[in-house]
């Protein structure tokens, strides 16, 4: 589902695409200082602690390139000798739907009320052109909905990692649980302040061609499972810091105290695999941070 790309594209580019009605900020961007962080490097990470048996916390990225969905032999061999699988959201049928509903405006051609002319002729554009989306559709989807459509290239599969995961379990047998419900998820998105979300889907459609360029850098980064990098870039400056910082609070850092409550059931069973968007591991207020300070000893593997 193209929504979960948010978890972990989150970078609001500060370079727009030049002064117009739609984009009237011309500010060039500043680079953000480099900070350390814990737990700089590492996808794989083995999660111990004396008296359960340990269990493998896995970084993923929301996306279907085939170097990312072929899995390096340590990440297979934890993955398919686990005895659970825990994700972000278990995409079940009812999920799915839930999520879909949410996207549209429950009064239906709702996009026009609440986006400029200008504004919404620009996303029109984009929309059809790089993903093939329709005026009707378009008409009844969120602002929160079409900003994260737009927050990666059109899909090929539409199967990314976390979904390819979910599928192998469930044909081997193994449990699937979600660390979220997706009312959950739904309230992350969907709560955000009409204002914000129509700030956000400005910002992306007048800086489109940095964030898809990005894409690449952000994937390479991964490759190398340099999580500091990612960051780094997830943490570029931005023409507007306190909106950065509101929605990193919700779909980063308000998740990952959530995550981190539900995880404790799963470790204390023991065996298993774990795979969350690898933006969610790194830093004082990540996930491998919020084990160790209950106890864990965190290990990386890859």
Request: proline content about 6%.
């Amino acid at each position: 589902m193209l929504f979960r790309t948010l978890a972990l594209i989150l970078a609001l580019s500060a370079a727009p695409l030049g002064a117009d009605s739609v984009c009237p900020n011309t500010t060039e961007p500043v680079p953000a200082p480099v900070i350390e962080i814990k737990h700089p490097t590492g996808l794989l990470w083995r999660i111990e602690r004396p008296g359960t048996p340990p269990s493998h916390l896995f970084g993923t990225i929301h996306l279907e390139d085939d170097r990312v969905i072929t899995l390096p032999p340590l990440v297979e061999r934890a993955f398919v000798h686990a005895d659970r699988l825990a994700v972000e959201i278990d995409l079940e049928p009812q999920a799915m739907a839930q999520l879909s509903d949410a996207m549209n405006f429950a009064s239906g051609s709702a996009l026009r009320e609440v986006l400029d002319g200008p504004l919404y002729r620009r996303v029109a554009e984009l929309v059809d052109t790089h993903y093939g989306l329709s005026r009707e559709l378009l008409a009844t989807l969120k602002p929160w909905a079409i900003f994260t459509v737009l927050s990666r290239p059109r899909p090929r599969t539409g199967k990314v990692l976390d979904q390819i995961f979910q599928d192998r379990a469930k044909a081997m047998g193994i449990p699937v649980y979600g660390l979220e419900s997706a009312a959950e998820l739904v309230e992350v998105l969907d709560g955000m302040p009409m204002a914000d979300q129509i700030a956000i889907l400005r910002d992306t459609v007048c800086n489109y061609a940095d964030i898809i360029g990005q894409i690449d850098a952000l994937t390479r980064h991964y490759l190398d499972r340099d999580l500091q990098a990612m960051v780094a870039l997830n943490n570029q400056s931005h023409d507007d810091e306190a909106l950065f910082d509101r929605l990193m609070e919700r779909v980063l850092y308000r998740r990952n105290a959530r995550m981190l409550e539900r995880l404790e059931t799963h470790l204390q069973a023991g065996n298993a695999f774990i795979a969350v968007g690898a933006l969610h591991l790194p830093g004082e207020r990540g996930l491998l941070s919020g084990l160790e300070r209950r106890g864990y000893r965190v290990v990386a593997e890859y």
